[in-house]
């Protein structure tokens, strides 16, 4: 299991990113709580999880980011940010926050 449990940070930084973007009026806010918690995210799964997921989880996360954005003119704004972060948050969980059975006897 990660040091850090992730995909809350991942969830952060999508929703957070609309929110700052939203409210402030200025894009590139959204840019720096995107690049925050993505940098504390890639981080701890490269410590914990090693390159290969850790590129798995940046491309989940860059796409979800990227996918928002066509999604929001079907959904409206908030619904496309809310599934995507829910999306990218479920494959964080399962890649690299999910505690590891032990089967010990």
Do not use: Q
């Amino acid at each position: 299991m990660a040091s850090v449990p992730t995909a809350p940070v991942v969830a952060v930084g999508l929703v957070g990113g609309y929110s700052a973007a939203r409210l402030s009026g200025r894009r590139e806010l959204a840019g720096v709580v995107l690049a925050v918690a993505g940098t504390v995210c890639g981080r701890t799964w490269l410590r914990s999880r090693g390159p290969v997921v850790t590129g798995v989880l940046l491309g989940t996360y860059t796409a979800a980011f990227g996918a928002a954005h066509p999604l929001a003119k079907k959904l409206g704004a908030w619904p496309s940010v809310l599934t995507v972060a829910a999306a990218a948050t479920a494959t964080t969980y399962l890649l690299a926050d999910r505690p590891t059975s032990n089967a010990s006897a």
